[in-house]
DNA sequence: TAGATTGTTAATCGATTAACAATC
DNA sequence: TAGATTGTTAATCGATTAACAATC
């Protein structure tokens, strides 16, 4: 199958995650409609979503959740049964892992890695964190080819490329700093500072904006 | 000024940073061209965005690194003087806290509520943190319309409502929970699974594709 | 049939990039 | 002048939405 458009493979994943929600329910079909309202999109995209994955439903009730559900898994599967690792285990990396750990994800965490000697050798939801000196030993025996890269104290850029030396394919930043990364290495990158720059700068009025005088 | 495009206030954000990096070096100029390669983005959009600013650079030397900040930072500021408080202080909240307490942004937090007593009348990084019961009170007295939501726990729903009363403007929402938001209201969203998924759809090769045979 | 839904194409919209004149 | 850069318009690309035929 062609590669899907980033967008598509976005809102799979989230239809993934509410029909598996919805699954608890009575109801074994769901409308376009219905699955778009709940995630506030247009139902025209559930169907052409669906389409470019070769999936149908019925004119008269919709689409089986339950064949949606494994269609969905099984189209980002492919893709997706790859092994992941945390790097640093700080504020940022345990709500990385709790996130993995409480959320349904076809992406697993098989490894942490730490430079405090308080957590590593210890398990967390059952992962197993180790020092850094091990990273290269663990991820190629784990097969592990991404990464959630979390801390950026010391000497990010040589984490980076010892990383990518190691044949880390793929890697998700949440730090703020810039990573220099070859073609072949895929980035997905959040920067909080920046969303929040957003959301002041999109929500509501400027502050004064529109008044005359008075605090 | 006219509201600018989304992605136009992501770049300037971005530029913002690097730039407030970039002045301790010696130099005072910047051409966009060295800016571009800084953030692995084309010198173009930095000509149009700061073009869009009505920044003007020159010919020989390229733009002033200190008016560039100044400039956009008063373009953003305008609308990021603004008072956020963080809903929850679990290992997200204060990962949050955190990249606030530590990065340059315009933005401050005023407020940390959690249910757990913990860290309920402590402060941290100088920020203190309430119980959520004082979340009514807090929110009108410091003027609050921003909020980073953490904790989705128990009853979201009815959180969010409460915020919305209280006249927050803007939610930046770090749980995968769905929230339904009324129209003024501005939502930014970062859902981790998601980006994993995202990441290992697209980094490299499925597992196994391409091979014939062996494992 | 009438009404609602799916499946698909065409039109629109926003963002990116190519191209190039103007300037130093 | 020659070479490099800025500033700006036009072309391209991807994503969204409008429109509608086909189907139950």
Redesign the pocket.
């Known amino acids: 199958m062609n590669t899907l458009?980033?967008?598509t493979v976005e809102r799979l994943s989230r239809y993934r995650r509410m029909l598996l929600r919805y699954q608890f329910m009575e109801k074994p079909y769901i409308?376009?409609?219905d699955l778009a309202a709940m995630l506030k999109?247009?139902?025209?995209?559930v169907?052409?979503d669906?389409?470019l994955l070769g999936?149908?439903?019925?004119?008269?009730s919709?689409?089986d959740v339950v064949e949606l559900i494994g269609q969905i898994t099984q189209k980002l599967e492919c893709r997706s049964g790859k092994h992941a690792c945390i790097i640093g285990f700080g504020h940022t990396g345990r709500a990385a892992l709790e996130m993995f750990a409480t959320d349904f994800t076809p992406v697993k965490i098989h490894a942490i890695f730490d430079s405090s000697l308080k957590s590593v050798s210890k398990t967390f939801y059952d992962i197993p964190c180790y020092s850094m000196e091990k990273i290269a030993e663990v991820i190629e025996e784990q097969k592990i080819t991404l990464a959630v890269f979390t801390e950026a104290d010391d000497n990010p850029e040589a984490m980076i490329n010892l990383l990518i030396a190691l044949g880390i394919k793929g890697i998700l930043n949440l730090t703020p700093v810039q990573l220099q990364l070859p073609e072949d290495v895929y980035l997905e990158e959040f920067d909080m500072i920046t969303s929040m720059i957003k959301l002041a700068y999109f929500s509501g009025k400027c502050p004064g904006a529109g008044r005359l005088k008075h605090d």
């Not at 999936?55 to 008269?60: A, E, K, T």
């Open positions: 458009p980033h967008k409308f376009s409609r999109i247009n139902p025209v995209h169907r052409r669906l389409m999936i149908s439903g019925s004119h008269s919709g689409y």
